[in-house]
């Protein structure tokens, strides 16, 4: 079907379809494209409010794992004062610091 349609354009006439062909491409973008843009601008909104809610619960995330963070390591300090309540009052501060790897985690 197509080999005949292909030989039947000779000539003059295979510039005649091609003009034809852009002309109808022409027209058919310009119908096309109101309904394009009048989706697009609808759903605009609703991707952006999606994004939003999308954005928000990620930083609840990452804050609440930060916060789980914090609330652990001041469990490990509280636990790690009432062990070693001696050892604050002959030591130095900053040796405690020294020694002690959750401090420096939280110093750095």
Known sequence: MNIKIIKNIKGNKK????????IALFFLTGLITPFILKNFSNN????????????ENTSNKIFDLKEQKLFYTTLQIKNELLETPTKIITERPVNIVKNNNVLL????
Not at 105 to 108: A, H, P
């Open 105 to 108: 985690n939280l110093i750095i």
């Open 44 to 55: 605009w909104n609703e991707k952006v409010s999606d994004k939003i809610v999308e954005i």
């Open 15 to 22: 510039y005649l379809y091609t003009i034809f062909l852009f």
